[in-house]
């Protein structure tokens, strides 16, 4: 039987965003968090890199500014990257106070700092090389210890209750959400008098992805779908660095490896890099994406090397000590061969419009982290920026949210989630397809390099879809399997439009149709048509 419920707050995902804003709220208001399966499952678990903040004497905060701007091409908003960058500070020390266990220089007195691809500084904090493992594990403990938070895992968020869709006079704003619980299979319903989504971003939208299975773009959609402004969507950063190895699906390998001095070679052994950019390997992402993918389709070849074994043992174990058991783990020494490697999805640096506060356009919805879009990417992610940005945005969230009264029931009737005309489904066989399907055109037509012919069959191919789906969702009962593909569908379409609509090649948005890059950069806005 479905089930209702009242939290003063309602947080959507537990990743490094979603805890911290819970945290922060649940000293004075009852928090729930939803998360699809278990609550350590998300993309924090697997960053590997490390936070990026101003800590070292030689190091500044205009240094950092500088950082992000060039790395985003200059599409960054100047306010949320100063912003982000002047808290970062005070949002590790924050971190620091939680317990999170950040790796120690070898003297003991400071914390060791590395570099990665378009930093001008060491300014990179990191616990090893598992550095979401550490912020998960440490934010997960406090937060489970916490009085005042619920958890409710294997809950899949379906949409958001308006009160315009409830035809509520007044401004439209967020009352709760319908949710599907996978151990009943009964769609619940949560009402709260602020809603965060912190549900990741949407990667998953390719086929070849470093993220989690859960990074179907469902904050996004959902966002959308309630009448939500989105932008820069085009953004899709792919990590040039995931092993090759069809057992490890894509295993990330750390931008710091080549930070700290790894190669990029040809399967024939020679380097390549410094035919497309001075700082060879540590030139940001889009570029070593971008040469790489290059040279696989220049060769036909489906993976290039990445070579650190020049480095000693020692260096290399301790260092990069998960990376080094887990290529052991496929049958690849780091420490005396190269490792196969080949770009895959990492980063969706578009997403929900927010303001400084994370709040977007509907009232009382707030949205961080991935799901997000606050301008401190622009046309391209700075390594190990997204952490900072969880966090120093959720802080900011909170102190909003507890600036203003939180109602925590609304003066209207939530009804409960009506599939009394739908049946059971006996064609699931389709979800399947059209999942396979829409990952593979989104990979072949809205990738690394794009065209305004791949565009536009990828937009005709995911209408087309997304009547398909529509159809199926309105006359069978939901499943996870269905959710996920109407929010991917969704996300696709709204990344495909982004796409087409911007007529230059700038960062992760490349088009052999406009090669050259816009003198005067504005972001890519979609509203939705509100009827």
Request: glycine share 6%; aromatic share 8%.
């Amino acid at each position: 039987m479905s089930q209702q419920y009242h939290y003063d707050i309602l947080i959507i995902g537990a990743g490094a965003a979603g805890l911290t804003l819970a945290l922060e709220l649940a000293k004075t208001h009852k928090v729930a968090m939803l998360t699809k399966g278990d609550i350590r499952e998300g993309s924090t678990l697997y960053a590997q890199g490390g936070v990026a903040a101003v800590l070292a004497e030689k190091d500044t905060i205009d240094s950092h500014i500088r950082d992000t701007v060039t790395a985003g091409v200059f599409l960054g908003d100047p306010d949320a990257i100063r912003f982000t960058v002047e808290n970062s500070k005070e949002s590790i020390d924050w971190l620091i106070d939680q317990g999170v266990p950040f790796t120690r220089s070898h003297e003991g007195d400071s914390y060791h700092l590395t570099k990665e691809g378009g930093h001008s500084h060491r300014r990179i904090i990191h616990a090893a090389d598992a550095t979401g493992q550490a912020i998960s594990a440490t934010l997960i403990h406090n937060a489970t210890q916490h009085p005042n938070i619920d958890f409710f895992p294997d809950r899949v968020a379906i949409d958001i209750i308006t009160s315009d869709k409830l035809r509520v006079s007044g401004d439209n704003r967020a009352l709760g959400i319908y949710a599907l619980n996978l151990t009943t299979d009964e769609v619940d319903v949560f009402i709260a008098g602020r809603i965060a989504i912190a549900a990741g971003g949407a990667s998953k939208v390719y086929l070849y992805t470093s993220n989690p299975d859960t990074a179907s773009g469902d904050g996004i959609a959902m966002a959308w779908r309630a009448g939500c402004r989105v932008a820069n969507l085009e953004f899709n950063q792919f990590h040039p660095t995931c092993l090759y190895d069809a057992k490890a699906k894509t295993f990330l390998i750390s931008e710091a490896v080549r930070g700290e001095g790894g190669k990029l070679l040809l399967p024939d052994g020679s380097p390549f890099m410094s035919k497309f950019d001075d700082r060879e390997e540590l030139a940001p992402r889009d570029i070593v994406a971008r040469a790489i993918d290059h040279e696989m389709k220049r060769l036909g070849v489906d993976h290039v090397l990445l070579d650190i074994s020049h480095k000693s043992t020692e260096f290399i174990t301790t260092h990069f000590p998960t990376i080094y058991e887990q290529c052991l783990k496929y049958g690849y020494d780091m420490t005396k061969e190269p490792i196969p490697v080949v770009p895959a999805a990492h980063y969706t640096c578009g997403g929900v419009m927010v303001n400084q506060f994370g709040h977007t356009d509907l009232k009382h919805l707030y949205a961080v982290g991935e799901t997000s879009y606050t301008g401190l990417h622009g046309a391209n992610r700075l390594a190990s920026n997204s952490l900072l940005e969880c966090i120093v945005y959720a802080r900011s969230a909170a102190q909003h949210m507890l600036s203003n009264p939180v109602l925590p029931k609304p003066l209207v009737e939530i009804p409960a989630w009506d599939d009394s005309q739908v049946t059971d489904s006996d064609e699931d066989v389709v979800i399947a397809h059209n999942w396979q399907e829409l990952r593979q055109f989104m990979w072949d037509y809205v990738g690394i390099v794009r065209t305004n012919n791949r565009l536009l069959r990828a937009k005709h191919r995911v209408d087309l879809l997304l009547s398909e789906i529509d159809e199926f969702y309105s006359n069978y009962k939901i499943s996870s399997d269905l959710i996920e593909l109407r929010n991917l569908a969704n996300v696709a379409d709204l990344i495909i439009q982004s796409a087409m609509k911007r007529k230059e090649s700038r960062g992760l948005h490349f088009t052999l149709d406009y090669p050259d890059t816009n003198e005067k950069p504005e972001p890519t806005i979609l509203a939705p048509n509100k009827k």
